[in-house]
């Protein structure tokens, strides 16, 4: 309408995202008929700050996917679907009863479903089947296919859930999403996974509605501490004061059980008195929270409260509607139509000019456009991707290739790390490292150590770890040399920048080492030219040298540059 707020000591119109609208508690449906109602009359609004997600019916509908996708044979599971917004048969008349009744022993709700020839049912059944194809699919990616991408008629799973349940249901479902999400993030997912842990740990997730943003926010009086809002609506007032009910009372450091006032001794009398004058106290102390969280305009009002025979006034005496109206009648407040009260000026109205800052501004044209599909411009690949896909498949538990693997992991991480010390503690320090590792024999510990240092200590070697030489580097990027767009990202075992030339050292662990250079695996060779023709982009004028020494020898060999470059060609023809 208008009215004014103050921001800077200037006047301006009033935003949804000025308003906060407190409650004592989120049970007793007020909460969720103030959210429900304020989106109805299509009023931007937060939602819910903290939400239970087994409680709204949106998620269920979600969650029986995925009980579905995993097990078809679930019958209950299915018959919801059938009801639910993402199939929407909800004849029970002419689909599910028909569909689940008069079935033999062993016959599932699925099998009668896929042998319908009704139009309807067949039209669902290819939903279904579309569900049980992604039931690999971690959680946030199996909820996205269903939500996110159009059916036949155009309609995705969004549209299907905000006709069925309206706009309240999109929140949770929100949230779920944001759940499957953390997730698949957290390690190894599965729709079972997922869903028996929604079903054996209730799941309450709470959302920040610190900073107000453009929409209303409803929350709690205790959960508003700290926060203030230039309007402040305070709708749960009416009712009495949570008093204390306990059975069992504390009278002078022993407990007495008293299950009712009326037959309380005088201890425990006064034990409940006490007990119910700390409960007043704290009623008036929550009440001073939600007073003092408005800037400019408060408003007090109320449900009704009890019956119209009981109260014909609607509130209690000791509720916050109360203590309010007492105080609002000693000051000299106005008094406006239906017995409101008002005290303090009038909230000023802006002119047209200054409500033209509130209303929403018109989407530009390019909003309204389809986006055009995506142009892929990069394609970040590791070396290993330019190689044919003919890999050979290893048996992953055969125990020499564990062996093997864990010698080259230990050996690669001395010459990361002892480089770095002073010549007279790398063998002290390799010693300690290795004595860590459980399941290795003192033969095979002095085996590497003694492979590590064969290579630190050869002369022939120095120029690998002089000064400026960096331990697994990265190397990103491109080249004239790889296809548009085509960007290698990998790491190197040691990298040596000089003023006049690279080096980049790949370590090899594999025994025995080969004899020549000719002999060397393409794989390795193709890795090698991809960080050299990388690195001669990024340090143009200077020597890339490529070296992959052999801890069994030790060896080392430079690549020539010219079977770099027939190795990279002909990894990039296959490519």
């Known amino acids: 309408?208008?009215?004014?707020?103050?921001?800077?000591?200037?006047?301006?119109?009033?935003?949804?995202?000025?308003?906060?609208?407190?409650?004592?508690?989120r049970r007793g449906g007020l909460f969720e008929a103030v959210i429900n109602a304020l989106k109805s009359a299509g009023v931007p609004v937060a939602g819910a700050d903290r939400l239970q997600l087994a409680d709204y019916i949106g998620v269920q509908d979600c969650l029986n996917l995925m009980r579905f996708a995993v097990l078809p044979s679930r019958d209950l599971a299915l018959a919801e679907i059938l009801r639910g917004p993402f199939a929407g048969l909800v004849d029970d008349d002419r689909y599910l009863f028909e569909l689940a009744a008069g079935r033999q022993p062993g016959v599932t709700l699925w099998d009668r479903v896929r042998a319908s020839v009704d139009a309807d049912v067949m039209r669902v059944t290819v939903f279904l089947e579309s569900l049980v194809a992604k039931a690999g699919l971690p959680p946030f990616e199996f909820l996205s296919s269903v939500l996110d991408n159009p059916d036949a008629a155009g309609h995705t799973g969004w549209?299907?859930?905000?006709?069925?349940?309206?706009?309240?249901?999109?929140?949770?479902?929100?949230?779920?999403?944001a759940r499957a999400l953390a997730h698949d993030a957290a390690g190894p997912s599965s729709l079972q996974l997922f869903v028996a842990s929604l079903e054996a740990t209730p799941v309450e997730i709470k959302r920040d509605l610190a900073e107000a943003g453009e929409e209303v926010r409803v929350m709690t009086v205790h959960g508003s501490k700290g926060l203030q809002a230039p309007i402040v609506i305070l709708p749960d007032t009416t009712s009495k004061p949570k008093l204390s009910s306990d059975a069992i009372l504390s009278v002078d450091g022993a407990l007495v059980w008293s299950p009712r006032k009326e037959s309380d001794i005088e201890p425990a009398a006064r034990a409940r008195m006490i007990a119910e004058a700390k409960a007043h106290e704290e009623h008036r102390r929550l009440l001073y929270v939600a007073l003092t969280r408005a800037q400019d305009r408060l408003l007090v009002a109320g449900y009704w409260y009890g019956s119209n025979g009981e109260a014909a006034k609607g509130y209690h005496d000791d509720s916050w509607y109360a203590l309010c109206r007492t105080a609002m009648e000693q000051l000299p407040a106005g008094e406006l139509e239906d017995g409101v009260l008002e005290f303090g000026a009038p909230a000023g109205g802006m002119d047209k000019a200054g409500r033209a800052g509130s209303e929403p501004v018109p989407l530009p044209?390019?909003?309204?456009?389809?986006?055009?599909?995506?142009?892929?411009?990069?394609?970040?690949?590791?070396?290993?991707?330019?190689?044919?896909?003919?890999?050979?498949?290893?048996?992953?538990?055969?125990?020499?290739?564990?062996?093997?693997?864990?010698?080259?992991?230990?050996?690669?991480?001395?010459?990361?790390?002892?480089?770095e010390l002073p010549v007279s503690a790398r063998h002290a320090a390799g010693t300690a490292f290795l004595a860590?590792?459980?399941?290795?024999?003192?033969?095979?510990?002095?085996?590497?150590?003694?492979?590590?240092?064969?290579?630190?200590?050869?002369?022939?070697?120095?120029?690998?770890?002089?000064?400026?030489?960096?331990?697994?580097?990265?190397?990103?990027?491109?080249?004239?040399?790889?296809?548009?767009?085509?960007?290698?990202?990998?790491?190197?075992d040691r990298l040596v920048i000089t003023p006049t030339r690279v080096l980049v050292i790949d370590f090899?662990?594999?025994?025995?080492?080969?004899?020549?250079?000719?002999?060397?695996?393409?794989?390795?060779?193709?890795?090698?030219?991809?960080?050299?023709?990388?690195?001669?982009?990024?340090?143009?004028?200077?020597e890339v040298v490529a070296v992959l020494c052999w801890t069994d020898g030790p060896k080392m060999m430079r690549i020539p540059p010219e079977m770099l470059s027939e190795s990279l060609n002909t990894a990039l023809r296959v490519v």
């Open 436 to 492: 860590r590792e459980p399941g290795l024999t003192n033969a095979q510990k002095a085996e590497m150590l003694r492979s590590a240092e064969a290579i630190l200590n050869d002369p022939a070697l120095s120029e690998l770890f002089q000064p400026g030489g960096r331990a697994e580097a990265s190397v990103i990027g491109t080249s004239t040399k790889l296809p548009k767009g085509l960007v290698i990202n990998g790491r190197v």
């Open 1 to 25: 309408g208008g009215a004014a707020v103050w921001e800077n000591g200037a006047e301006r119109a009033a935003r949804p995202g000025d308003v906060l609208i407190l409650v004592r508690e």
């Open 159 to 177: 549209t299907k859930l905000n006709a069925r349940l309206g706009t309240p249901a999109r929140d949770p479902v929100e949230a779920l999403l």
């Open 508 to 542: 090899k662990t594999d025994q025995p080492a080969p004899d020549d250079v000719s002999a060397v695996a393409d794989g390795y060779i193709t890795q090698m030219a991809a960080y050299s023709a990388v690195l001669e982009s990024a340090f143009p004028g200077r």
């Open 365 to 419: 044209e390019w909003a309204l456009r389809a986006p055009l599909p995506d142009v892929v411009t990069r394609r970040l690949t590791a070396p290993t991707g330019l190689l044919e896909p003919r890999t050979r498949v290893l048996a992953p538990f055969d125990p020499k290739r564990e062996a093997r693997l864990k010698r080259g992991r230990l050996i690669h991480s001395l010459l990361q790390y002892l480089p």
